[in-house]
C-alpha cells in the first residue's frame, strides 16, 4: 500500500480552501494536514509540518505564492499544484516547470485530475521543478519581497524598503529604514534574483539600491564610497566602479 500523502492546502479565499480540504480529505491515501490563508501563514506551515504536496495560491495579498516558494530553503520546497483565477500565470513557464495548475472556478474532477498528476510526478526523481519556474519569474520581475524571523515571527520586508544587502558569509544583512534583518542566503544567489533597475552590485560584499544612493566619494588607489540616503557609507570596489558610474548616471538622468 503506498504511503499516506500529506497535503495543505494555501488560499486566501475561505470557500475555495474549504472546497479543496473536502475533496482531498475524502480521498483514499491523502491527508490534508493543514490550511493556510496567507503567505506567511504558509511558510510557517511548510517549514513546521513538511507537507508532501501544496495546493498553492499565486495571487495572495502580502506574500504569493512565488514568494512562499522562494523564502524556503530548497530542501523544504514540497511538490506544489498552483492555483491561479488569472490565465496570464498559466503560462508557458508553468507548462514548463509546474507539475500541474488549477485556473478557477475548477470542478472536483479537474481537481482530482491534479491530485493524480502530483502522485505521478512525486513517483519519479525530482526534476529542475520549482527552482526553475523561480528563475524564471524573478527574471521576467524581480523579487520584489523577503521573508525573514524577527523576534521569533516571520515578517515581509518589500525590496522598496532595503537601503543596501550585505553579505555575511551563508548569510545576508537586509538593511533598511527600520533595521537590520538577517536572512539564510548568499549575496552571489540573492543578486541572480534582483531587479537590475532596483539594485546594483557595488562590492562583492555589498548590494545597493539605486534610488538609496546620495552620493559618490572617491578614495586614494581607485575605490569609491558610496552614502547612502540613511547616511549609511558603502565601499564600491574598483572592480565595480565603472558599471556603477555608467548606471548611475543612466538613473540620474531618467
Known sequence: MPPELRVLVVDDEPRVRAGVCSVLAAEAGVAVIGEAADGLAAVEAIERLRPDLVFLDVQMPGL?????????????????????????????????????????????????????????????????????LLDDVHRARGRDRFVVKHAGALRLVQARELDWIEARGNYVHLH???????????????????????????????????????????????????????????????????????????????
Open 64 to 132: 504569493d505564492g512565488f514568494g512562499v516558494l522562494a523564502a524556503l530553503e530548497p530542501g523544504l520546497r514540497p511538490a506544489v499544484v498552483f492555483v491561479t483565477a488569472f490565465e496570464q500565470y498559466a503560462l508557458r513557464a508553468f507548462d514548463a516547470h509546474a507539475i500541474d495548475y488549477l485556473c478557477k472556478p475548477f470542478d472536483d474532477e479537474r481537481l482530482l485530475a491534479a491530485l493524480a498528476r502530483a502522485r505521478r510526478w512525486l513517483e519519479r526523481p525530482a526534476g529542475p521543478g520549482v527552482a526553475a
Open 176 to 254: 533598511t529604514e527600520e533595521g537590520v534583518f538577517l536572512l539564510r542566503e548568499t549575496l552571489t544567489a540573492m543578486v541572480a534574483t534582483l531587479s537590475a533597475e532596483r539594485f546594483v552590485r557595488v562590492h562583492r560584499s555589498a548590494v545597493v539600491a539605486w534610488a538609496a544612493v546620495r552620493a559618490l566619494h572617491k578614495l586614494p588607489g581607485g575605490d569609491g564610497e558610496l552614502e547612502l540616503r540613511s547616511g549609511a557609507r558603502v565601499p564600491l570596489g574598483r572592480s565595480f566602479r565603472a558599471a556603477f558610474v555608467a548606471g548611475w548616471r543612466g538613473a540620474a538622468g531618467s
